[in-house]
Each structure stands twice: as structure tokens, then as C-alpha cells.
């Protein structure tokens, strides 16, 4: 069981690109989300999803999109990387509603 | 905005002692309350959940709930220099019933 899988862990994008984080759980978990977390400000979420063809915003959806095609995949796309992107992206996926949550490993974006 | 607040801390403690990590929330609806761990450069992990009043224990670690207080805190007996690392608190986003509310966390060094 690898639980939450997150790729790349690092990447380096020039301003304006454009690029796609991925996510995969093996625990037939329904509920996925994609949070970042800034130096001192906590985890902020993204987007989540209830299950397969199921998306919502979170609170900083903007610059981002998600498309959740299967239960075990939930990629997060970039589009025209701006430096506020620069982050740690961490996706996420519980089994029900507001239980617990398990992390992936990361993904370090730094945009310049 | 509901929220979730922490002392950035750090705290410091030596070894053998009692660390106790203190969490308070706004949300009078919410049911139930995690703690992760997250060390330096790493994801977090759950280490402690609880829905109920009182105590609950796992270990060295002893989560505490007062819902009338809108209180939680975790405490950490024979604190470990391993136990170094920025504690977590978290509660439902009753806005969006499925994601987490995170505080920004508690950084506990523990000192040999």
C-alpha cells in the first residue's frame, strides 16, 4: 500500500509555463484534495473532490484547475505559472467526509 | 471565516518532560479535531483525532477536547528529542463540510 503518491518532488518553472502536478492514493479513497502550504501561513486549500467527475473550489482555486477522471487519480494543473505560485503543494485524500486526512509527500514549486 | 488558532510557539521543552500544544477554534458546529505532526522539509502525518469530550490517549500522546471551551490541545509525555517538529491542529471547514481547517501550527523542540 503506497498510500498517497505525489510527482515530480521538485520542479522549477519559468514564469508563464504551464505544468501538471499528480496524485494517486491506492486506498479507494473517495476524497481528494490538493492543498499549498507557504512559509508561516498554514495550509491552504485548493480544490477537493467528492469522488470520480466530482470537483469543487477551496479557498485559493485561482491559477489552478483539477479534473478527477478515476477514484485514484487527481492531478493539479497549472496554467501560466506566477511567482505567487512558488509553494509546497500537498495532495491529500480521506475515506468520508471530514475524517482524517493522509498527505502525500509533497511537490516544491518554485516559480521565477 | 471560520478559524483555527495556534501559538506559533516555539516551544521549548527537555527531554523527559511534558510538552502541551493548545488549539482553539471558532466554529461552535464542529465535531471533530486532528492533530498532525509535520517535521522540517516533510508532510504531515495524523498522529492523534477526537470527537468527544475529555481525553483521549494513544500512546505517549493524550488529545484533550472541551467543546464548551472550543478548546483542544495534545499533550506529549516524555518528550523525545524526536518529537521536534511543528504540531498541527485541524478541524472540519463547516463552508464546505469536506475539507479542513488548519491552524498554522506549533513548533515544539525538545532539548536533550
Given amino acids: 500500500n503506497a498510500g498517497v503518491t505525489q510527482t515530480p518532488k521538485f520542479r522549477i518553472l519559468k514564469i ?18 490538493w492543498y499549498r502550504q507557504d512559509p508561516g501561513m498554514g495550509l491552504k486549500l485548493i480544490y477537493y473532490s467528492v469522488g470520480a467527475g466530482i470537483t469543487d473550489k477551496g479557498e485559493v482555486p485561482n491559477g489552478y484547475n483539477v479534473s478527477r477522471s478515476t477514484t485514484e487519480d487527481f492531478p493539479l494543473r497549472l496554467e501560466l505559472a506566477a511567482p505567487s505560485q512558488t509553494s509546497v503543494y500537498f495532495c491529500a485524500s480521506s475515506q468520508d467526509r471530514v475524517h482524517e486526512q493522509y498527505f502525500g509527500p509533497g511537490t516544491r514549486l518554485t516559480v521565477t | 471565516q471560520k478559524e483555527v488558532e495556534q501559538n506559533s510557539g516555539p516551544l521549548s521543552v527537555p527531554e523527559g ?13 464542529s465535531q471533530s479535531f486532528f492533530w498532525y505532526r509535520q517535521y522540517s522539509g516533510k508532510s504531515p502525518e495524523l ?27 495534545l499533550l506529549i509525555r516524555d518528550s523525545q528529542p524526536s518529537d521536534s517538529a511543528t504540531y498541527l491542529c485541524a478541524a472540519p471547514n463547516s463552508n464546505s463540510g469536506y475539507a479542513l481547517n488548519f491552524g498554522k501550527g506549533t513548533s515544539l523542540l525538545v532539548t536533550p
Fill in chain 1, 16 to 33: 508563464g509555463q504551464s505544468m501538471t502536478l499528480q496524485c494517486a492514493q491506492d486506498m479507494n479513497h473517495n476524497y481528494m484534495y
Fill in chain 2, 17 to 29: 518532560a511534558i510538552a502541551s500544544l493548545n488549539c482553539t477554534y471558532s466554529d461552535r458546529g
Fill in chain 2, 47 to 73: 498522529i492523534m483525532s477526537i470527537y468527544s469530550n475529555g481525553d483521549k490517549e494513544d500512546g505517549r500522546f493524550t488529545a484533550q477536547l472541551n467543546k464548551a471551551s472550543q478548546y483542544v490541545s
